[in-house]
């Protein structure tokens, strides 16, 4: 289900107070127009009603349902809440058992940005396994070239003119994008696919990491 909490928050603007709701989680069953507000980030959209001036309002947590499309994404940013969570998924203890019974795409990320990214790459009909390779490899390349640039972020995602491309980031700051190729993303899903479960029974983080993992042949015996 759908639950929400009213808390106080201060205008970054203008500094006064007033009331504002934040979401722990979402059914988009309940609240179709949810699934826009979440990937334009409308539904975390803070506007005072003083001055006019807004902030997204991140409060680090957000349970993610799409029931039409059986996908469940947990957005945690804490390291301890993370590990909970984890824990409790592997051993069977979590609340979102049913989730894994009723065979759901579930996912865990730790940014509300990761969130929506992987939103993005579901509605495009693409494997986020997939995705996360191809980024990887972009991102060598990238890093090869700029050898002077720290800790570049990839993100995959849609333009206006509805153009794909993969944007890189420092320190969220724009760096450039390239378009997505998707003959490059066919190649290597050829090439991995085969070799992956089935993507509603692999691992909760799929990320650059796990990416990297793959990329180098590494198994969960090898660890």
Same mark, same amino acid.
């Given at each position: ?110 940014? %509300?940005?990761?969130?929506? +990214?992987?939103? @993005?790459?579901? *509605? /495009?009909?693409?494997?986020? !396994? &997939? ?64 070799? %992956?479960?089935?993507?509603? +029974?692999?691992? @909760?983080?799929? *990320? /650059?990491?796990?990416?990297? !993992? &793959? ?9």
């Amino acid at each position: 289900m759908s639950l929400k909490e009213t808390i106080t928050l201060e205008c970054p603007s203008c500094g006064k107070k007033s009331p504002f709701t934040i979401r722990k989680s979402i059914n988009t069953a309940e609240e179709p127009a949810m699934k826009q507000a979440v990937r334009d980030k409308s539904a975390f959209l803070f506007e005072c009603p003083s001055c006019a001036g807004t902030a997204v309002v991140n409060s680090g947590t957000l349970l993610y349902q799409q029931p039409e499309e059986h996908w469940l994404i947990q957005y945690i940013a804490d390291d301890e809440a993370t590990f909970d969570f984890v824990t409790q998924m592997q051993n069977g203890t979590s609340p979102l058992q049913p989730f894994v019974d009723d065979h759901y795409l579930i996912r865990l990320v730790r940014s %509300l940005n990761r969130l929506i +990214e992987k939103l @993005l790459i579901f *509605d /495009e009909g693409l494997d986020d !396994r &997939i995705m996360e390779i191809y980024k990887v490899i972009v991102l060598m390349d990238y890093t090869k070239k700029n050898p002077d640039i720290e800790n570049p972020e990839l993100y995959f995602y849609k333009n206006d003119e509805g153009e794909k491309r993969i944007h890189i980031l420092v320190d969220n700051q724009d760096l450039c994008s390239t378009i997505f190729l998707p003959d490059m993303y066919r190649q290597l899903e050829e090439q991995f696919q085969p070799r %992956l479960p089935d993507i509603n +029974e692999d691992e @909760l983080q799929i *990320d /650059e990491q796990w990416a990297f !993992r &793959i990329l180098l042949g590494e198994t969960d015996d090898t660890e």
